[in-house]
C-alpha cells in the first residue's frame, strides 16, 4: 500500500492518461469545426471529452488515485480545452469573444496566484464549487452553440453573457481567495 505523499506523487495513473488523452482531442475537434465543418461530430468529441473529465475525477476519488500531476494536468486539459472550442466558435459567433478573453485573464491571474499559493502553502488545491459552475456553464453555451448552429442572436449572446458574469463572479472568489492565503489570514486551502 502507497503512503499518502507517494500517492501524491504519482505520474502515470489511469485519471492523468484521461487527461493526457483529452488533450490528444483538441486538434482533432478544431480540424473537425473548422476544417471539416462537422459541428455534430465536433459535440460528439467534445462530449467524450467531458465523459472522460468525469471518469478521470471518479477514477481519483474512487480509487484513491488524486496526484498533484492530476490536480494540475486535469484543469490544464479543461482550459486549453475550453480556448480551443471558444476560439473555433468566435469565427461564426463573434460575441464569444468576451469569454474567450476573459478566461485568458481569469486563467492567467488565477494560475499566478495559485503558484505563490502553492508556494506557500505546499498544498496543491483542486476545483471549487465556483469553478465547477463556470465551468459546466460554458460548455453548455459551447455546446448549444455546437448544435444550434443557427441560433438567434438574442439567445446566444444572452447565454454568452450569462457565461461571462459567471466567470467574472468566480474569477473573483479564486482571487480573494487566494490573495487572503497569500497575506496571511487564511492558513489552509479552500476546500472543495
Not at 40 to 58: K, V
Request: net charge positive; glycine share 6%.
Amino acid at each position: 500500500m502507497h503512503s499518502d505523499k507517494e500517492a501524491e506523487n504519482r505520474i502515470i495513473t489511469i485519471p492523468n492518461l484521461l487527461s493526457a488523452f483529452r488533450l490528444v482531442l483538441i486538434p482533432v475537434f478544431i480540424w473537425t469545426y473548422c476544417v471539416r465543418k462537422e459541428y455534430l461530430t465536433t459535440a460528439g468529441l467534445l462530449f467524450l471529452s467531458g465523459l472522460t473529465d468525469l471518469a478521470d475525477g471518479y477514477i481519483a476519488r474512487r480509487f484513491h488515485m488524486v496526484s498533484n500531476l492530476g490536480k494540475m494536468l486535469d484543469p490544464v486539459a479543461d482550459k486549453l480545452t475550453q480556448a480551443a472550442m471558444l476560439v473555433c466558435l468566435v469565427t461564426r459567433f463573434p460575441m464569444i469573444v468576451f469569454p474567450l478573453a476573459l478566461l485568458a485573464v481569469k486563467e492567467a491571474s488565477v494560475g499566478l496566484t495559485s503558484i505563490l499559493v502553492i508556494r506557500k502553502s505546499g498544498k496543491v488545491t483542486g476545483a471549487v464549487w465556483h469553478g465547477k459552475v463556470t465551468t459546466a456553464l460554458l460548455y453548455l453555451t459551447i455546446l448549444v452553440h455546437l448544435l444550434w448552429p443557427h441560433i438567434p442572436a438574442a439567445v446566444s449572446n444572452g447565454l454568452i453573457m450569462l457565461c461571462v458574469v459567471v466567470m467574472l463572479v468566480s474569477w473573483s472568489l479564486y482571487i480573494r481567495h487566494n490573495y487572503r492565503v497569500l497575506s496571511g489570514k487564511e492558513t489552509s486551502p479552500e476546500k472543495h
